[in-house]
């Protein structure tokens, strides 16, 4: 099965920065589309970025200019560094994985990682 571990959450002050980091592991060949959600309390789980194979990253419009989203392809993790970061981002931060060529199988998937949590707050 494939597991998918976050790191890089944390306290920061409004307009402060954060490195996040997400790597999957497991029988892995390949992984097509990996992304970052976002939940806060008492809301649905939002898509923050994504990143694909071949593809331009997409991002929500409410960090477009301040995440980029970018990718170790060979090493099966995805990073989101957000910039300029309000107290409306704190959310717990998922990682997620579509499209997993594993040793014997393929899986669309989502997996999903545990979340880490990322608060804003002076």
């Known amino acids: 099965q494939v597991q998918l571990v976050e790191f890089g959450g944390g306290l920061v002050q409004p307009g402060g920065s954060l490195r996040l980091s997400c790597t999957a592991s497991g029988n892995i060949n390949d992984i097509s589309i990996m992304g970052w959600y976002r939940q806060a309390p008492g809301k649905q789980r939002d898509l923050v970025a994504t990143i694909a194979r071949g593809s331009d990253p997409a991002y929500a419009d409410s960090v477009k200019g301040r995440f980029a989203i970018s990718r170790d392809w060979g090493n099966y993790t995805v990073y989101l560094q957000m910039n300029d970061l309000k107290p409306d981002n704190t959310s717990v931060y998922y990682c997620?994985?579509?499209?997993?060529?594993?040793?014997?199988?393929?899986?669309?998937?989502?997996?999903w990682g545990q979340g880490t949590q990322v608060t804003v707050s002076s």
């Open positions: 997620n994985a579509y499209e997993v060529w594993l040793r014997g199988s393929y899986n669309v998937g989502p997996y």
